[in-house]
């Protein structure tokens, strides 16, 4: 039996290649109104011109009619503040991977949106627990049934980048998430036309905890000079059949980002396996995020 997602409206917050990449997917496949938000104007501006590209692109490819790119684009509205995401049925929150920065958002959507709203974090790696706890609404006990009550719509729904691509969504209940949104979040992704897998809240879910240690060993490789950069890359390319090489996929997905995910493992577990590599951390410290800013372990 499937299970209705009851989405009409979506809200995502964060306008970067993952809210903007979530955002259409929605638009495109649930078919949903979505409303976007991110405090950057020039970010959106950006995420738009890339969403009309794709659109285009898959018109040019005899995948989508001209009408049904035209109606998934129309189906996508910016909002100049978070108020602006009020009566969504959802909301889906892509900014950087910050604990403190997730709470705040999550205390001030609790706040403003509706009591029934779910409320969903594509984080990478931080705990859903510690994101959902920030939801319980002050003077109200975490224990109690408002606060339980208020917790219990949080739930972690991690995409893959690029969104329009990737096949997966990583579904993440936090110890206090029901069931009616874990089976709402989990209807909505495929209706998103991703196939879903679930994971328990530990530190990097099964995606990152996973593929962390295999990038930071390649940054660790090429820290001791056991093989260039390119060798490094065309191994896994080559010999494993990956789409990228490891540092070809750490620029991909952002050097900070990679360094924060690692960050939560290492603080999360305390293993050793988990430490990032300095090279990795004075890449960051230089300002060399990757793709996204033109230098990493690439020249973009
Ligand atoms: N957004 C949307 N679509 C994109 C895109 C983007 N940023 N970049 C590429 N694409 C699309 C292209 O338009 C093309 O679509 P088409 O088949 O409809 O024409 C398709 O992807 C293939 O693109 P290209 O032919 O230009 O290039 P490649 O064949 O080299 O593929 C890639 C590009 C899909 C990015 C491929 O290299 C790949 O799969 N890389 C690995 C990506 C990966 O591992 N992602 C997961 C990262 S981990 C993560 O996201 C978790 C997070 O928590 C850290």
């Known amino acids: 039996m499937s299970i209705a997602h009851g989405i009409r409206t979506l ?87 910050s604990l403190v920065l997730k709470r705040q958002i999550f205390t001030t959507f609790s706040q403003i949106l509706r009591p029934d709203a779910i409320l969903a974090s594509n984080t990478s790696s931080i705990s859903i627990t510690k994101i959902a706890a920030a939801v ?32 997966l969504v990583e579904l993440i209940p936090a110890i206090q998430t029901s069931d009616d949104t874990l089976n709402r979040a989990h209807a909505f992704a495929s209706a998103c036309g991703k196939e879903v897998t679930t994971s328990k809240d530990v530190p990097g879910f099964v995606a990152n905890a996973l593929l962390m240690p295999y990038i930071n060993e390649a940054i660790t490789w090429l820290e001791r000079g056991v093989a260039t950069r390119d060798d490094i890359d065309k191994t896994m390319k080559l010999g494993m059949a990956h789409p990228m090489g490891p540092l070809q996929l750490a620029d991909f997905i952002g050097l900070d980002t990679c360094l924060a995910i690692q960050q939560t493992l290492y603080e999360g577990t305390s293993d050793s396996k988990y430490r990032p590599s300095v090279l990795l951390e004075r890449m960051v410290d230089a300002g060399w995020l990757g793709k996204k800013n033109g230098k990493g372990f690439y020249e973009y």
């Open 11 to 97: 809200g995502v917050l964060g306008g970067g290649q993952m809210g903007t990449g979530i955002a259409l997917v929605s638009a495109l496949h649930a078919k949903v109104p979505v409303l976007l938000h991110d405090r950057s104007k020039e970010q959106v501006v950006k995420g738009l011109l890339l969403v009309d590209k794709l659109l285009a692109k898959d018109v040019g490819k005899g995948r989508l009619t001209e009408l049904e790119a035209k109606e998934a684009r129309a189906r996508i509205s910016v909002v100049d503040s978070m108020e602006g995401l009020r009566d969504v049925d959802m909301v889906v929150e892509a900014v950087s991977e």
């Open 136 to 167: 319980v609404p002050a003077g109200e006990s975490a224990a109690g049934e408002v606060g339980k009550k208020a917790a219990s719509r949080v739930v972690g729904l991690h995409f893959f980048n690029p969104v329009p691509v990737m096949k």
